[in-house]
């Protein structure tokens, strides 16, 4: 959910679907970012999610995700698996850096 959500709000393209490197497969994953307004769509957890940063709501957790933008990168606060994390946008591919878990995680990123 995060490295969708900051795709959009970073690039301002619409997401549709992530391709998780860690787990070697395809996430059906979507979410579209307008201005400060974000929705989504969470297939493999049946989960909506969205909000207006620094705020997202995952409607699955009933729990609330924290991130913050700046240029090509993001960062933020998770408050279900209680860990900060960091991210950076590229063209295609979004990184994820788990402060708790010590570790990056990448996914290549499909637009609409």
């Given at each position: 959910?995060?490295?969708?959500?900051a795709?959009?709000?970073?690039t301002g393209?619409?997401?549709?679907?992530l391709?998780?490197?860690?787990?070697?497969?395809?996430?059906?994953?979507a979410?579209?970012?307008?201005?400060e307004h974000l929705?989504?769509?969470?297939?493999?957890?049946?989960?909506?999610?969205?909000?207006?940063l620094?705020?997202?709501?995952?409607?699955?957790?009933k729990?609330?995700v924290?991130?913050?933008v700046?240029?090509?990168r993001a960062?933020?606060?998770?408050?279900?698996?209680d860990g900060?994390y960091?991210v950076?946008?590229?063209?295609?591919?979004?990184?994820?850096?788990?402060?708790s878990a010590?570790?990056?995680?990448?996914?290549d990123?499909?637009?609409?």
């Amino acid at each position: 959910m995060a490295a969708a959500a900051a795709y959009a709000f970073i690039t301002g393209k619409t997401v549709a679907g992530l391709y998780d490197h860690a787990a070697g497969q395809h996430r059906r994953i979507a979410a579209e970012a307008r201005g400060e307004h974000l929705q989504g769509f969470d297939g493999d957890r049946s989960a909506k999610f969205g909000g207006t940063l620094p705020e997202i709501y995952d409607a699955k957790d009933k729990a609330y995700v924290s991130l913050i933008v700046d240029g090509m990168r993001a960062s933020g606060y998770d408050r279900v698996s209680d860990g900060h994390y960091s991210v950076q946008v590229s063209e295609r591919q979004v990184q994820i850096y788990d402060h708790s878990a010590g570790a990056w995680f990448a996914f290549d990123v499909q637009v609409r």
